[in-house]
């Protein structure tokens, strides 16, 4: 069974780090690209990021261009997202997702709520 | 950068009844386009694909069709369980639609 588990959310101060994982199992999660979609509370869904499956080809929404960092271990089954210089707008649940035929999220995580606070 | 409108807002109908959903795009996606359900504390579950292919386990009440800028979720006789709110995505910039909740009437 495919399943994506994310981790590491929490309250940060607006300016502050947070690092958030999502450990893969149950399919070999080397050859398929990953993404972080975001859902502000009661809004929407918002694509952050985006990383091939050798981890050199990456995406950011212009929302998060140069403050989050998008990685992968595919020696761990393990997506990561460092997100810096957080914001009070950058509140939300966050989700892994694993995408295929280049747009579309067949697999999803169950979210790390992100709240940006002071 | 392509943007995709979902119309209505919200509809309201009643189990039984046909839900019709639209999604539109500022420019043409080609079939490029994916529709989710979110159920509320949930994480959003792949219905169709490719406009038109449903996903592994999803009903047949559930059918996709369109292509180009104007497209269509149709769930030909709503259940209890397909109360929700609906989203469409395309391949551009991995944009979603605003969403359409299917609420009870």
Do not use: H
Request: net charge neutral.
């Amino acid at each position: 069974e495919v399943q994506l588990v994310e981790s590491g959310g929490g309250l940060v101060q607006p300016g502050g780090s947070l690092r958030l994982s999502c450990a893969a199992s149950g399919f070999t999660f080397s050859p398929f690209t990953m993404s972080w979609v975001r859902q502000a509370p009661g809004k929407g869904l918002e694509w952050v990021s985006y990383i091939g499956s050798g981890g050199t080809d990456i995406k950011y929404a212009d929302s998060v261009k140069g403050r989050f960092t998008i990685s992968r271990d595919n020696a761990k089954n393990s997506l990561f997202l460092q997100m810096n210089s957080l914001r009070d707008e950058d509140t939300a649940v966050y989700y892994c997702a694993r995408e295929v035929a280049g747009y579309f999220f067949d697999y999803w995580g169950q979210g790390t709520l992100v709240t940006v606070s002071s | 950068e392509i943007v995709l409108t979902q119309s209505p807002a919200t509809l309201s109908l009643s189990p039984g009844e046909r839900a019709t959903l639209s999604c539109r795009a500022s420019q043409s996606v080609g079939s490029y386009l994916a529709w989710y359900q979110q159920k509320p504390g949930q994480a959003p579950r792949l219905l169709i694909s490719g406009a038109s292919n449903r996903a592994t386990g999803i009903p047949a009440r559930f059918s996709g069709s369109g292509s180009g800028t104007d497209f269509t979720l149709t769930i030909s006789s709503l259940e209890p369980e397909d109360f929700a709110v609906y989203y469409c995505q395309q391949r551009s910039n991995w944009a979603f639609g605003g969403g359409t909740k299917v609420e009870i009437k």
